[in-house]
């Protein structure tokens, strides 16, 4: 009788600085699989240390894609990231029962497991006059607009990054319909099943642990970092948390220990839209990060069936 198991791709998620990347090579080593890297700003090669990427050890203990696999000259989308993985996916699968993804750019872990709907062509002069508003306005007052008209956009993780804020704005005055109600509508098969797994730790941990890595980035260099990549501060990547705060530093809006207690301050805000986003999905099951082997338990009785 033919095996009617389904491959398994096995996702680990979670907040900022929780420590997805530790426990997601410890489960690839003992369940021998590779790693696809689902962090947004990870596969930019000049991302370094504003983005936390693996460090060379860990990307030499097991093999990790999407990871410095782009330039910041590129515009790598959602939908990019879709495609790619879905195509890298198939080939795994040829030899492969199962892969591990892990990141907590909840948009594109979504676009892999259910694909996303052609959004409508904005009016035009639309991304314009919406783009001089963020100039003119700040980017709050669009954050403010959004929680009327789109709840459950302004409620993800999407709301902090100025991009997708616009492209929400767009599509709903474009059409009359929140973004989020686009990404409600038919979802694609996939000849995969998720295994969905959200780590989490105490919150006070959890705090601590983002000012600690906000403390040893900018130790590392993350100011060189950011003024090495003035060039390209309006690619979306570095409209993010971490990389516009610096920015910001270095234009003199603030001084340094400001933009030290906005760095942390964003960053706490980022993991708990995170958490929320990854809550609202429904289909994660959720484990302390420290429960290792209540995870891999989860995990091998997911692989049996």
């Not at 003992?30 to 990870?42: F, G, K, P, T, Y």
């Not at 999905?281 to 990060?289: A, H, K, L, S, Y």
Request: charged residues 25%; aromatic residues 8%; contains cysteine.
């Amino acid at each position: 009788m033919p095996n009617s198991k389904k491959k398994k791709l096995i996702i680990i998620a979670g907040p900022t600085a929780v420590g997805k990347t530790a426990i997601s090579i410890k489960l690839a080593k003992d369940l021998n699989s590779e790693i696809i890297s689902a962090d947004s700003r990870q596969f930019f090669r000049e991302l370094n240390i504003g983005t936390a990427k693996p460090s060379s050890q860990e990307l030499n203990e097991v093999h990790h894609h999407y990871i410095n696999s782009h330039s910041i000259i590129e515009n790598y989308s959602a939908g990019d990231f879709e495609r790619d993985v879905i195509a890298l996916l198939e080939t795994v699968f040829e030899t492969a029962d199962h892969i591990v993804m892990t990141g907590g750019s909840g948009f594109y872990i979504k676009a892999v497991l259910e694909g996303l709907d052609d959004l409508p062509v904005p009016l035009p002069g639309l991304r314009e006059s919406l783009t001089e508003r963020l100039h003119t306005e700040g980017l709050h007052v669009l954050q403010q607009e959004l929680e009327t008209i789109d709840p459950a956009f302004h409620n993800s993780s999407e709301i902090l990054n100025p991009q997708r804020v616009l492209r929400a704005l767009e599509v709903y005055k474009t059409t009359g319909t929140p973004i989020s109600q686009f990404r409600l509508r038919n979802k694609k098969e996939r000849n995969f099943e998720p295994v969905c797994i959200a780590v989490n730790r105490e919150r006070a941990e959890l705090y601590q642990r983002i000012d600690t890595r906000i403390d040893s980035m900018l130790a590392d260099g993350l100011v060189d970092e950011v003024r090495g990549l003035s060039g390209f501060r309006t690619h979306q990547a570095l409209q993010t948390v971490g990389y516009k705060e610096v920015f910001d530093f270095l234009d003199g809006t603030y001084d340094e220990q400001e933009m030290i207690r906005i760095l942390k301050q964003n960053s706490r805000r980022y993991a708990k839209r995170q958490l929320t986003w990854f809550r609202h999905q429904g289909n994660f099951e959720w484990f302390d990060v420290e429960d290792y082997e209540k995870i891999l338990g989860h995990i091998r009785a997911r692989l049996l069936v």
